[in-house]
């Protein structure tokens, strides 16, 4: 699994939402949608590095794409 380290929340949340994803809804983690993959970022600062990317590779993105929208 890629790691992707010291990724804040809302960070993750931007790159996401350049990347097509939007928030569908927020509590103690954050649901997005393309509206074909759901994806739930925890709202965690920083993100685990092995977490973010499993985030990564079930939003279709490579970690140097992500690290691009980032």
Known sequence: MPKIAGVH???AIRALQ???FRVLREGKHTIMTDGERLLT???HNPINAFTMGGIVRDAG??????RRLI
């Open 9 to 11: 929340h809302l960070q």
């Open 18 to 20: 350049k990347a097509g």
């Open 41 to 43: 970022i925890p709202r």
């Open 61 to 66: 993105l490579t970690p140097a794409e992500f």
